[in-house]
């Protein structure tokens, strides 16, 4: 992949999305983001920000969960498809695209957009979870938990067809980075499609320097761009509290640091989001702030 130095602009945008989880609160996870001063910080670092503020999604009061194995399909399908559909504009216009979740059924959506002009798109997984699960061996039927084996071109076909076309990525330019919750049935699709998963166990072995180093040749060998998927429970509850499903155990706050600056240094990130942030549960929104100064590392911030 070439290094992309004429970065335009970056474009926010918000999914204020929780019918994929079982803990209502995060559809307030990109209001958070935004009060930890988002847009200023990209600012400061000298990018032209442009935030499309919310997608419109749906409150489950108004609507029946469906079919319990898979939660709110039909209104997460369809939020999925108007977040695709924008994405696919912004990668058009040349800019940055950021999006501020909410859940994480929503990178269903924005992998299927910021895909869909490529060729060939590696994927950085930066999450406790695999959210490998199919409504066959998901323990919860929450579609939070199913993105990744969705955007491979496993699970319902409503999801799956997202955007008219599938699969969205290839295992081989997949890495998982922070795992240490893991299903019987995500398992064996990681076995048996052989995805690169760095577990907690690898990242205190070779330490997160080489995790991230391993983790740039996969997504970047004979790729056109690569997205990250940032789920803030890859960091450890101690430091990321406000999230609906933490973990213990987790990826530390300068763990997270090093990772996010050594791939901006490596320049090959062309779109990025961050999920799962529930102020309801968080401590004085900190958890927005861990995703703010994430966000900052990113896009080139430093410590001197
Ligand atoms: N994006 C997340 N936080 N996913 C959590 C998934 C938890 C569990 N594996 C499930 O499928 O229900
Ligand atoms: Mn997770
Ligand atoms: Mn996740």
């Given amino acids: 992949m070439e290094k992309d130095n004429q970065r335009q602009g970056i474009t926010i945008i918000g999914v204020p999305m929780d019918l994929g989880a079982d803990r ?3 559809d307030m996870g990109p ?8 847009q200023e910080k990209l600012t400061l670092l000298g990018f032209d920000v442009k935030d499309l503020g919310n997608l419109q999604v749906p409150t489950p009061e108004s609507y029946d969960v469906g079919e319990t194995h898979l939660k709110y399909l039909r209104e997460i399908t369809s939020v999925n498809e108007e977040l695709a559909e924008t994405l696919d504009k ?7 695209p950021l999006v501020l979740g909410g859940d994480h059924s929503i990178a269903i959506g924005t992998i299927a957009g910021v895909a869909k002009r490529r060729k060939r798109m590696g994927l950085v997984w930066f999450d406790a979870h695999g959210d490998l699960n199919t409504a066959e061996t998901s323990p919860t039927g929450n579609i939070h ?5 969705v955007s491979l071109g496993i699970g319902h076909p409503d999801l799956v067809n997202l955007a ?7 295992p081989e330019n997949i890495v998982v980075i922070g795992a240490r919750s893991l299903d019987e049935g995500e398992r064996h699709l990681i076995r048996e499609k052989g995805i690169r998963v760095f577990t907690m166990h690898d990242i205190d072995r070779l330490g997160m320097g080489r995790v991230i180093e391993e983790s740039i040749d996969i997504v970047s060998k004979d790729t056109d761009s690569v997205h990250l998927s940032l789920d803030l429970d890859g960091m450890d509850p101690k430091d990321a509290p406000g999230v609906g499903t933490p973990v213990p155990g987790g ?7 090093l990772a996010m600056e050594m791939l901006s240094d490596a320049g090959v990130l062309t779109s ?8 309801i549960l968080d401590r004085k929104n900190c958890t927005a702030q ?10 080139g911030e430093k410590i001197l």
């Fill in 31 to 38: 209001s958070a983001i935004r009060y930890a001063s988002v």
């Fill in 145 to 149: 938990g199913m993105p990744l084996a």
């Fill in 290 to 299: 861990a995703a703010v100064a994430l966000i900052g590392s990113v896009f």
């Fill in 90 to 96: 912004v990668v058009l216009e040349g800019c940055f």
């Fill in 251 to 257: 990826i530390s706050y300068r763990e997270s640091h």
């Fill in 272 to 279: 990025a989001e961050f999920v799962e942030v529930n102020p």
């Fill in 164 to 170: 008219g076309f599938t699969p969205k990525v290839q």
């Fill in 24 to 26: 209502r609160g995060v």
